[in-house]
Antibody
Framework: EVQLVESGGGLVQPGGSLRLSCAAS????????MSWVRQAPGKGLEWVSA????????YYADSVKGRFTISRDNSKNTLYLQMNSLRAEDTAVYYC???????????????WGQGTLVTVSS | QSVLTQPPSASGTPGQRVTISCSGS????????VYWYQQLPGTAPKLLIY???QRPSGVPDRFSGSKSGTSASLAISGLRSEDEADYYC??????????FGGGTKLTVL
């Protein structure tokens, strides 16, 4: 059974940093691309970033480019999202999601975690 | 504002057939697969349709997807109360970013 468990969310001040983690199990982690998708309170889904199975290709939404960094440790079956220069508009539930192929581009997530809440506020 | 456009709401009575549209452009829906997700209140999204019209195992055949040109649709037949949820379309764009529609809230009357 595919399981994705996010952690690392919390309250952070504007301009601060936070690192989210996603522990994956139930599948061969390195064989699949992964992504982060967020949902602001009461709003719709917004794609944030994606990374290929090998980690060699990464993609970002314009809204986070230059501030967020996606990475993965295939030896630990863990996905990360380093978030810097956080803004109030980054406040959202952040979902970790598995893609159905090693290539990130072109496919949508097939499994989702339960999400972790990030609140950016002073 | 989402690049993929969905109606904000839809409704139907039990047993009815409802459709939800998703409009994009040649750089996203027109040249890439469309995915559909269901999000029940307070839960994570769940994959309903992949590659335009394919259903993952476990998704009832009441749910179907289609694509034509730069638009896609999700159809739900035999509407049930448990289908009341938010529905999102998604597709990659040729600019190498993924897009979600704004979401459609389905109400079962």
């Amino acid at each position: 059974e595919v399981q994705l468990v996010e952690s690392g969310g919390g309250l952070v001040q504007p301009g601060g940093s936070l690192r989210l983690s996603c522990a994956a199990s139930g599948f061969t982690f390195s064989s699949y691309a992964m992504s982060w998708v967020r949902q602001a309170p009461g709003k719709g889904l917004e794609w944030v970033s994606a990374i290929s199975g090998s980690g060699g290709s990464t993609y970002y939404a314009d809204s986070v480019k230059g501030r967020f960094t996606i990475s993965r440790d295939n030896s630990k079956n863990t996905l990360y999202l380093q978030m810097n220069s956080l803004r109030a508009e980054d406040t959202a539930v952040y979902y970790c999601a598995k893609q159905p192929s090693p290539a990130a581009a072109g496919t949508g997530p097939d499994y989702w975690g339960q999400g972790t809440l990030v609140t950016v506020s002073s | 504002q989402s690049v993929l456009t969905q109606p904000p709401s839809a409704s139907g009575t039990p047993g009815q057939r409802v459709t939800i549209s998703c409009s994009g452009s040649s750089s996203n829906i027109g040249s890439n697969y469309v995915y559909w997700y269901q999000q029940l209140p307070g839960t994570a999204p769940k994959l309903l349709i992949y590659r335009n019209n394919q259903r993952p195992s476990g998704v009832p055949d009441r749910f179907s997807g289609s694509k034509s040109g730069t638009s896609a649709s999700l159809a739900i037949s035999g509407l049930r109360s448990e289908d009341e949820a938010d529905y999102y379309c998604a597709a990659w764009d040729d600019s190498l970013s993924a897009l979600f529609g704004g979401g459609t809230k389905l109400t079962v009357l």
